[in-house]
């Protein structure tokens, strides 16, 4: 009960540290145990009616709020017409994870532009040497050692490149594509690590997303799902829609991957923390996860469509 209303408070408002920024991260869990204490207040009615009755009043409320936050991911509109443009993004943890399973998602799906975060020198020779950057031969960014290196690749020219002042790099780029827009590519600190790092990070996002106009998306590893009350906030301000959302993808987990807790791998994921943010200039088609190896993040992949 207390784990669930630490989320539903979390979730409400999230004040920018640690542990909150992960409860809200992870409010779709929340609902199992609110309907579980629904279930719970109902058998012990006849037996102890103070406590379930308590548990019938949370369930009461919680249920209904976190039915209200889950819903709209498996009802988005979706994108108007065809296909025009397929955005990937994959955080490669530290430069381990597998360079030709990452290749191959970018090559089957026909990536056209390929958000790469984590990504180290090493890492990058080894993409190099399987023909990754002969398909993408443009690139914006530069890979770091350890986890700071936050690129974007793309099959079409990139210009007026400049840096994003961040924890984990980003970076923004006008991408030459048939329609033209800016792709703001960027990795967020981690929460449980620098906490006001995060809060500052989203801060600073905001502020540098606030004057774009025109097509645009915000892609990368926020290390936090968009029930963190900052990113609604980031999204809102920037007049940003989260692609998964839009689309109906439902509970999209990115985090963990194939690495990571064991108990929220086996449950399919325990938060989306990894976001293709869109403006209005496009509908979300649809949008797919991939487990990759040597990496605790899915691979994110979003197909959108120009309105």
Do not use: K
């Not at 009755?53 to 994108?79: E, K, M």
């Not at 997303?209 to 990113?231: C, E, F, I, K």
């Not at 064991?262 to 496009?282: E, K």
């Amino acid at each position: 009960m207390l784990f669930a209303l630490f989320v539903t408070g979390s979730r409400v408002w999230t004040p920018g540290r640690g542990w909150a920024v992960g409860a809200a991260s992870i409010a779709p869990i929340a609902l199992p145990c609110y309907v579980a204490m629904l279930i719970a207040g109902a058998v012990l009615w006849s037996r102890a009616r103070i406590v379930a009755a308590l548990l019938l009043v949370i369930g009461l409320v919680g249920t209904p709020l976190h039915v209200a936050w889950v819903l709209p991911s498996f009802v988005g509109d979706g994108g108007d017409g065809p296909v025009a443009l397929t955005v990937m993004e994959a955080n490669l943890h530290y430069g381990l994870a597998d360079a030709a399973r990452v290749a191959a998602i970018a090559r089957d799906e026909r990536a056209d532009v390929v958000v790469l975060t984590e990504l180290t020198p090493a890492e990058q020779g080894r993409l190099d040497a399987l023909g990754f950057t002969d398909r993408y031969p443009h690139h914006a960014g530069e890979p770091r050692p350890v986890r700071d290196g936050t690129v974007v690749f793309s099959r079409y020219p990139l210009r007026d490149i400049r840096s994003l002042d961040i924890s984990r790099g980003g970076v923004v780029a006008e991408v030459e594509a048939p329609r033209p827009f800016t792709i703001v590519a960027a990795h967020a600190g981690q929460p449980f690590i620098a906490g006001y790092g995060w809060r500052d990070d989203i801060v600073r996002l905001t502020h540098d997303l606030a004057p774009l106009r025109g097509p645009r998306l915000l892609v990368g590893d926020l290390n936090a799902s968009m029930d963190a009350s900052q990113l609604r906030t980031l999204a809102s301000h920037a007049g940003l829609t989260d692609a998964a959302r839009a689309a109906g993808s439902g509970w999209q987990p990115t985090w963990p991957g194939a690495i990571g807790s064991r108990f929220w791998s086996r449950l399919g994921g325990a938060a989306a923390i990894d976001h293709v943010l869109m403006s209005s200039d496009f509908g979300a088609v649809s949008t797919s996860t991939y487990v990759v190896g040597g990496t605790d993040h899915r691979t994110l992949v979003a197909r959108l469509a120009n309105r």
